[in-house]
């Protein structure tokens, strides 16, 4: 089974750049996390999708940040205009999104390394 | 706001020492409880989870955990560990309710190095 698909790895930019993440979750995955996870800290939960809509952005900085799931499938996050304290590895995570417990576990991209000089 | 708290930053070891890992939560309802492992240049990867019955649970690679509802802990184990074991262990909860969706809040990490 394919995982959780990011790209890119690596970006680097200027500060007031702006930039954007792809996600491709797993095949069949209802639910989509985009995480925020910066040097030392454990990961962030920035928006959550079921399907095309948001279930949870509460820790989206909507001022800088947007992020799309237009078909229910693939996802980007974007950042305009970026500044210094954006730089952190950003995570794509997807699950079944089922109302089974047991099915609601989170399968980890790679991530993208971010960084904002 | 719910927390999660895990005690060490960095843990170093020799092989076939054993590991404990402590992590603790604020959050006074039903959880779910998850570790998380990241070896090196590798993604997040599920340990083990509890959601619940037998609060011990096991995981991949000899590793469990113990769930204690009382002191609020869900301590990693390992019993003897291995070069390999050398990574980042993230522990993650889940409050278990609807409005709560299923949004994992993690502890700030412990990075376990295991010297040869």
């Known amino acids: 089974e394919a995982g959780v698909a990011q790209s890119p790895r690596y970006k680097i930019i200027e500060k007031r750049q702006s930039v954007a993440f792809w996600c491709n979750p797993i095949s069949g995955h209802a639910t989509l996390y985009w995480y925020q996870q910066i040097l030392g800290q454990g990961p962030k939960l920035l928006i959550q999708f079921q399907n095309n809509g948001v279930v949870d952005d509460s820790q989206l900085p909507k001022d800088r940040f947007s992020a799309e799931r237009l078909k229910g499938v693939d996802s980007t996050l974007k950042i305009q205009p970026a500044k210094l304290e954006d730089s952190a590895v950003y995570l794509c995570a997807s699950s079944l999104g089922r109302s089974s417990l047991a099915k609601n576990i989170q399968y980890f991209g790679a991530g993208t390394r971010l960084s904002v000089l | 706001a719910q927390s999660v708290s895990q005690h060490n930053h960095h843990v170093i070891l020799s092989e076939a020492a054993s590991l404990e890992l402590g992590c603790n939560y604020s959050y006074g309802g039903t959880v779910n409880l998850f570790w998380y492992v990241q070896y090196p240049g590798q993604h997040l990867q599920l340990l083990l989870k509890y959601f619940s019955g037998d609060p011990l649970v096991k995981g991949i690679k000899g590793f469990e955990a113990e769930f204690i509802k009382s002191k609020f802990s869900f301590n990693l184990r390992k019993p003897s560990v291995q070069w390999s074991d050398t990574a980042e262990y993230f522990c993650?909860?889940?409050?278990?309710?609807?409005?709560?969706?299923?949004?994992?809040?993690f502890g700030g990490g412990t990075r376990v190095l295991v010297k040869p």
């Open positions: 993650a909860v889940i409050p278990r309710f609807k409005a709560a969706g299923n949004k994992l809040t």
